[in-house]
C-alpha cells in the first residue's frame, strides 16, 4: 500500500514548485515563505519516520529534483520544464525558487543517522551551502542553508569530515581577506557548527571526541576573544545565544545525536571565560557583550 511519501509529498512538491518555476497569478501565494514553510513542516513530519530504504529512494530523487536538475519522481506534471529550470542553489535564483530551500533543509534534517545523503562529496555540498549561507543577510535561503549544514554535520559519523569543514570555515570565511568582509554573515554560521559540536560531544569514542572536543573548543575561544572585540562584540554574544537555544529541525525528533548533559558541559567551560573575559574589559560598552551572552 503507497504511503505518504510516495503519494501526498509528490503531490505538495508538485503543487509549490510549478508556480515557483512557471511564474502565474498563483505563485505569489503558493511560494510564500508562510506557505513554503507549512509544507516543509510536512514533508519533514512525513519523512523522519520513514524507514532507511524508504528515505533512500526518497533522498534519491529529492537531491535529483535540487541539486543535480534531472527529472524526479517526486514531480507529477511538467517534469521535464521543471527538472530544466528549478535551480534553487543557484546564487542568482529568483525568490520564489529560493524559498524553496526550506523544504530541501527540513526533509535532509529528517534523515536517520543510518540514511546516506546521495552526493559523492558531502563536504563540498556543506562548504557550497556554507558560502551561499554568508553572501547575504537579506538571502531568503540562508537560515535554511545554516540549519541544513547543522543537522547533516551532526549525524556524519565520520570525524575527518567534520574537521575538514570546520578549518575551511575558519580559513577560507573567516580570516581569509576577501573582496569584502564577510565575518559578520560568518558568525552565524560559526555559531550553528559549535552547536551541533557540543550536542555530539559526549559518549562518542574517545579519539574522536578529543579531536571534535578540539575543533568544538578552538571556535568557542574564537568567540570568546571576540567579545572584547569593539566591532564584532555584540555579534559574537548574539553567537553564544544561537548556541544554546532549541531548534525546531537540530532535534530528536530528527534523529540528530544529542548527547545528555551537553548544555552543562558547554555552560562549565564558557562561563567562567566570560567572566573573567568581562572583569578584564576596561569600558562597560564591551562589558555589556558579555551579559548578552
Not at 17 to 38: D, F, N, Q, W, Y
Amino acid at each position: 500500500m503507497p504511503s505518504c511519501i510516495d503519494t501526498l509529498i509528490p503531490t505538495l512538491l508538485t503543487k509549490i514548485i510549478t508556480p515557483a518555476v512557471i511564474p502565474g497569478p498563483k505563485t505569489k501565494i503558493l511560494c510564500s515563505r508562510e506557505i513554503v514553510h507549512v509544507v516543509a513542516l510536512i514533508i519533514n513530519a512525513i519523512v523522519r519516520e520513514a524507514d532507511v530504504q524508504k528515505q533512500s529512494l526518497f533522498y534519491t530523487e529529492l537531491f535529483k529534483l535540487f541539486l543535480s536538475g534531472e527529472p524526479s519522481s517526486l514531480i507529477t506534471s511538467n517534469r521535464d520544464v521543471i527538472s530544466q529550470n528549478f535551480r534553487p542553489l543557484d546564487p542568482e535564483a529568483e525568490v520564489p525558487q529560493a524559498e524553496m530551500m526550506q523544504i530541501f533543509a527540513s526533509a535532509v534534517a529528517a534523515a536517520r543517522k543510518e540514511s546516506a545523503l546521495p552526493v559523492p562529496d558531502i563536504n563540498h555540498l556543506l562548504l557550497q551551502a556554507a558560502e551561499l549561507s554568508i553572501k547575504s543577510r537579506d538571502d531568503p535561503r540562508r537560515q535554511s542553508l545554516l540549519k541544513m549544514i547543522a543537522c547533516v554535520l551532526n549525524k556524519e559519523s565520520n570525524d575527518a569530515n567534520v574537521s575538514l569543514f570546520v578549518d575551511s570555515v575558519l580559513h577560507d570565511i573567516w580570516t581569509s581577506k576577501p573582496d569584502y568582509d564577510r565575518r559578520k554573515e560568518a558568525l552565524e554560521l560559526i555559531s550553528w557548527v559549535i552547536a551541533l559540536i557540543f550536542a555530539k560531544l559526549m559518549q562518542i569514542a574517545k579519539a574522536l571526541v578529543l579531536r571534535t572536543h578540539a575543533k568544538g573548543y578552538q571556535l568557542l575561544q574564537l568567540l570568546i576573544e571576540l567579545l572584547q572585540d569593539e566591532k564584532w562584540g555584540i555579534d559574537a554574544a548574539k553567537a553564544f545565544q544561537t548556541i544554546s537555544s532549541e531548534d525546531d529541525l537540530l532535534n530528536k525528533l530528527n534523529h540528530a545525536v544529542i548527547r545528555l548533559l551537553h548544555k552543562q558541559r558547554f555552560f562549565m567551560f564558557v562561563f567562567p571565560k566570560i567572566v573573567d573575559t568581562a572583569n578584564s574589559l576596561p569600558d562597560d560598552s564591551r562589558k555589556s557583550n558579555c551579559c548578552v551572552c
